[in-house]
């Protein structure tokens, strides 16, 4: 099913059996090559005091703080993208 505020990234002919990957999906997934590939957790953790570091390094794996701010950024893009009233 193709949910219009959130179209195929790739989209495909008029009748075709697959939709392809949604474009939020897509924005998330280049915002997270983007958020690896500059090292950014590390960077985000090292500007947290010691006792605030141990607690985030416990209560969610790094993947997850990772994907949820790419998901965030996803959403941003997704926002400003749809028209404004």
């Known amino acids: 099913m193709i949910r219009l505020l959130d179209p195929s990234a790739f989209p495909l002919p008029a009748g075709a059996a ?3 990957m949604s474009l939020r999906d897509y924005f ?3 915002a997270l090559q983007g958020l690896i590939s500059s090292n950014f957790y590390e960077n ?3 500007s ?3 006792d605030l570091q141990v607690q985030m390094r416990i209560e969610m ?3 997850e703080i ?3 701010i790419a998901y965030e950024y996803a959403d941003a893009m997704m926002k400003l993208r749809s028209p404004q009233p």
């Open 48 to 50: 947290m005091d010691k």
């Open 18 to 20: 697959a939709t392809g």
């Open 61 to 63: 794996p790094v993947v």
């Open 66 to 68: 990772c994907s949820q």
């Open 44 to 46: 985000y953790i090292e």
């Open 28 to 30: 998330a997934a280049v």
